[in-house]
């Protein structure tokens, strides 16, 4: 167990005798910390706790909670004032998406007592989308002319850097506030006194625009290996930027809900929810899928002549319809995380889908020829066997399609692939591969 | 489309036409674009690219570029001293994962040419296990002494900015190389010249040990929004540290072993690797599904009997499965995501289970009796539609329990819970299901 785990069972159990002798050791503890112990705290005693921190620590760990816990809650509970010293000391965009959660009448309370700037701000903030480059980004940031000095460059990084602990970059602007380029600390430091910042910038940044999608931010950052990348209006306007450390959390949203998609579970469940709020993001899906069991149902019922005459094939409806759906959810996941690491181009929609299609093939020859096998020597007939190994490949070929081709489809339509669900993926194969066994059996050996 | 993406596609159409045409594009192109090109090029004019680019480039880009495209085949194709020099330009970590993936004969011309400094660092790199700490950190970093004054100490941030580029934090150390903690370079530059660099001490900086695995580094570096983070030894000795950037490409990688792991593909499947590759990595899983779907046909050729006399339970047999199937995955996909994002401990596991149980309940009870009314209608008999009522409610129990209990159990003793894959959950529903329902119809209905 580490440091910080240690530190938080001894805060817990503090906790639990004694209010008062949890303050001193609060202070000990990292504020991402103190936002695991409040998340799993009651109510009223997160409430207590939360009013025993610092201003400037609960604003740290108010930040560093998460979502699914109710953060704004705290604020609710405290009088605007002392809400809005909070929100002050946060960055823009936290108190942004903190107050995004608070009902109207709060808010309205909270926003008269902040400073006129700081409202205009986060009000500002407040009207992009949540999902984009806007709506992570914070304007703070440590931002000069291009007629700066290296001295007048200096005077600011120093001014700056009371308010802000990691600035990473120099931006660099025009007289109209486009941003031209970045200057690296570095390179500022080792600059003569009299250099013009101009002469030091590197202009092939890379930026976003403000309307860019969050995930595609996370990409760049994580491609162009970016502590803080800068985000710019249609203009050119520098806006704000965008740190590192907010697109990690995108990410971690992002690959929970491919996750949760794939698996049919609506991107709205939360991991530490309560059962009724599963019940909730669950249950559609499971309706879908009981409908289309419904209809691998009616398959079934349609051959009940072909089943009644050789039962054995009912045996063999499991194995023909499981095999194809799981590799059909291979096929899926595999073409999906390639979608969203990789972002695969029309041109190798093809490619990708033939890929599969061999795939399919070539287990499907495999797997059927054991299970054809089993099914003559089972069934003492060798017509038999080739209905169940020809059922076998068919489906897989349809499954190893289905998962290639219906993510690449949703994709190219701009719909996130995970929503073809493995519930989708096994509905087809269910549905199609009943069809093929026992509509092959009909034909084949019905007669 | 970026400008990124329009580059990157001017040049490959460049390419086409002649290679000398291609270099001074290349040049405008930042090397994780050069890096995508070179992954999407045959063996040959990949190497002709590649010997285009100026040493610099060249090293920038290999590190991008995907391991599973075999970047090493591009330095093994080179001359020793050719290959030497670009691993000089690489940081040692990139330089040790590059090179242990190039056999041993090639390694010791390439080594026999570095400089002896260099060959030693690579070397002590390479016995760190890749998946830990130290196999992903950098010993390049920016460390002082902490009896340096501030003058000392800006000259030695002035040396070390011409080598490395971003390094955040400046490590402090005594006298004995351990670690006492970080001082942030803006501190720094606002000391007086004379203070000593240990008043500036930040001594609660977090730190992590070279074995801890680097899952666990990603998730401190999330948590605690770190640009870097320092690397020690059982003694507290400084070895390296890790950048967030590193651990980015740790995230996406867990995250993408994550969801092929839940659709039963091996982790070693390589996203844009051939047919060959995916169906050695898919075929294993086939077999085992292969395995469990004879012994959910074992089940029901058990209980031809009482499918024979009443056929059209084989109609129902695909959605008491089918549904409980993809409820467990449903559980296991968010016991999953739980589990990685979250670290639930000993005591929260039987919450969690519960939960689960009554998710299942509670739509185990809503879907059988859809489906039980359905049964008791369809087959004109009241104690179908109960049977088919029961072993629905009893298949959905039975997948909570198994979609939570069997990840939070491989996590309890140090599996990869996602090793509870779709393909184990819907083996365990169609067995117990098709058991539930047939052996039950066959108490009630049969008699």
């Not at 909070?86 to 965009?93: G, K, V």
């Not at 108190?95 to 309205?108: E, F, T």
Request: proline share 4%; charged share 25%.
């Amino acid at each position: 167990m580490s440091d910080a785990q240690n530190n938080i069972e001894r805060v817990k159990q503090f906790l639990a005798s004694s209010l008062e002798q949890a303050k001193p050791l609060l202070k000990h503890l990292h504020p991402s910390d103190i936002a695991r112990i409040l998340e799993d705290l009651g109510p009223e005693t997160r409430q207590l706790i939360f009013r025993l921190l610092p201003v400037e620590t609960a604003s740290e760990a108010i930040v560093e909670m998460d979502e699914d816990s109710r953060p704004e809650e705290l604020l609710m509970q405290l009088t605007p004032s002392q809400a809005a010293k909070i929100i002050e000391e946060l960055d823009p965009d936290d108190a942004a998406d903190l107050l995004a959660q608070i009902p109207l009448k709060d808010l309205r309370h909270i926003l008269a007592r902040l400073q006129v700037e700081d409202t205009k701000q986060i009000e500002q903030l407040m009207t992009y989308d949540e999902e984009t480059a806007g709506g992570i980004m914070t304007p703070e940031l440590l931002k000069v002319p291009d007629n700066f000095s290296k001295r007048e460059a200096m005077d600011e990084v120093l001014r700056i850097s009371d308010e802000m602990e990691d600035f990473y970059m120099i931006y660099v602007v025009d007289e109209n506030d486009v941003l031209l380029g970045t200057v690296g600390i570095n390179d500022l430091i080792r600059a003569k006194p009299w250099v013009k910042v101009r002469e030091l910038i590197d202009e092939s940044c890379v930026k976003v625009h403000v309307d860019t999608d969050q995930e595609e931010v996370a990409r760049m950052i994580s491609k162009y290996n970016l502590a803080a990348i800068p985000v710019v209006d249609d203009q050119g306007h520098l806006l704000g930027r965008i740190t590192f450390d907010d697109v990690m959390d995108v990410l971690e949203e992002e690959n929970t809900e491919d996750i949760l998609r794939i698996a049919g579970v609506s991107e709205d469940e939360e991991l530490r929810g309560g059962w009724r709020n599963a019940v909730k993001s669950r249950l559609p899906w499971l309706l879908v899928n009981l409908l289309t069991a419904f209809m691998a149902g009616l398959v079934i019922s349609t051959f009940s002549d072909t089943i009644d005459k050789i039962v054995i094939i009912a045996s063999f409806m499991p194995i023909v319809a499981g095999v194809a759906g799981n590799s059909a959810t291979q096929a899926l996941a595999v073409t999906i995380r390639r979608i969203s690491t990789d972002r695969v181009t029309d041109s190798q929609n093809f490619k990708v889908i033939f890929k599969e299609l061999v795939v399919g093939l070539v287990n499907g020859l495999l797997l059927g020829t054991i299970t054809g096998v089993a099914a003559m020597l089972l069934g003492g007939n060798p017509m038999l066997g080739l209905v169940v190994f020809m059922a076998m490949v068919g489906n897989l070929l349809i499954g190893a399609f289905a998962g290639s081709a219906i993510p690449l489809f949703l994709n190219r339509i701009n719909v996130d692939p995970a929503v073809a669900s493995s519930i989708l993926m096994t509905a087809l194969t269910d549905i199609l591969g009943f069809t093929l066994l026992l509509g092959l059996a009909s034909l084949v050996l019905d007669l």
